[in-house]
């Protein structure tokens, strides 16, 4: 097992090259996003979402507002990570999807639901960075364990935060309460195409440090 995992860890690669004419069927992307969902989060709430893009067109919208990099319309599947700032807000339907979950398992009582929306507007809603914060953090576990299911599936990602947020936001009338952590295009290497070497990496000893 911790061979397989250690082959999935160096196997994911953001990768430039798709192969366009080979799909990603709808029944493996729903597979690999709901192993995704096993991801952590605060107060498991759980505050990501995406839109799907697979028709060219759509795909070809977002590309002029990403650099004009190809894959994201070369990919059969360009996703558009969402970041819920609002996730927290006890107004917010996807709160009540997650506390309805918390009611059912007996992790919370019908009593206790003003305290949960107390503590989620404390820790998370006292400020803009605060709430961008939670949403962003917690949507990073998610992209990540999205693209380990993916290679785990035999897929390729890659992941791309070089685009035009607003105009994003804007183009794809999404709505204010979302940020947009990052793009992961989704698809099958192209056959023709080298995957560059593995690329160095910071050792644990580069990694750790002490302040005086």
């Not at 397989?4 to 709808?26: G, S, T, Y």
């Not at 697979?54 to 507002?65: F, G, I, S, T, V």
């Not at 994003?168 to 204010?176: D, L």
Request: charged content about 30%; aromatic content about 10%.
């Amino acid at each position: 097992m911790e061979k397989e995992f250690k082959q999935i860890l160096q196997n994911r690669r953001a990768i430039n090259f798709f192969n366009p004419e080979r799909d990603v069927p709808e029944q493996l992307l729903r597979e690999l996003v709901e192993e995704a969902t096993h991801s952590p989060s605060s107060f498991n709430l759980q505050p990501w979402n995406m839109l799907v893009l697979r028709d060219k067109e759509e795909k070809m919208r977002l590309q002029k507002l990403a650099m004009n990099q190809p894959k994201v319309s070369e990919a059969p599947v360009t996703l558009i990570i969402l970041a819920d700032t609002k996730a927290w807000h006890k107004e917010n339907d996807a709160l009540h999807i997650v506390l309805n979950h918390k009611l059912q398992d007996g992790e919370l009582k019908e009593e206790q639901k003003d305290w949960f929306f107390g503590v989620c507007e404390r820790l998370y809603g006292k400020s803009r960075d605060s709430e961008l914060a939670f949403a962003v953090k917690n949507t990073a576990f998610f992209a990540m364990s999205l693209m380990y299911a993916a290679t785990a599936k035999g897929l390729q990602t890659h992941p791309m935060d070089g685009f035009d947020h607003d105009g994003v936001k804007k183009e794809f009338n999404i709505p204010e309460n979302y940020w947009v952590p990052l793009l992961m295009s989704v698809g099958y290497h192209a056959d023709n195409a080298e995957i560059l070497p593995v690329k160095k990496r910071k050792s644990y000893d580069e990694l750790v440090l002490t302040f005086p």
